[in-house]
């Protein structure tokens, strides 16, 4: 898929949508305000923006993902970086 910025805010999501990984170019994805409890494997991020919990990630195919805001999930752990 060609599409590069992905909101989902305020959806009461419980987890990352399935079939993420087929969007190879996206580069934002914004999903703050859901129900997010924790982060599927492969997923590595580095903290740039500690009040919005933007990350850095690399995650399986989508090698142009640069920013996922997770802000007010319930985020129990994070992944090791």
């Keep these: 898929f060609s599409t590069k910025f992905v909101d989902l805010q305020e959806n009461r999501l ?6 993420m ?3 190879t170019k996206l580069s934002r994805f914004r ?6 409890v924790s982060l ?3 997923i590595t991020y580095i903290p740039c923006n500690f009040i919005s919990l933007t990350f850095v990630l ?3 195919k989508i090698k142009n993902l640069r920013e996922l805001d997770l802000s007010e999930n319930v985020l129990s752990a994070l992944p090791d970086s």
């Design 40 to 42: 599927p494997e492969g």
């Design 21 to 23: 990984e087929n969007y």
């Design 58 to 60: 690399g995650f399986g």
């Design 31 to 36: 999903l703050s305000k859901n129900l997010i």
């Design 14 to 19: 419980s987890s990352l949508p399935v079939g």
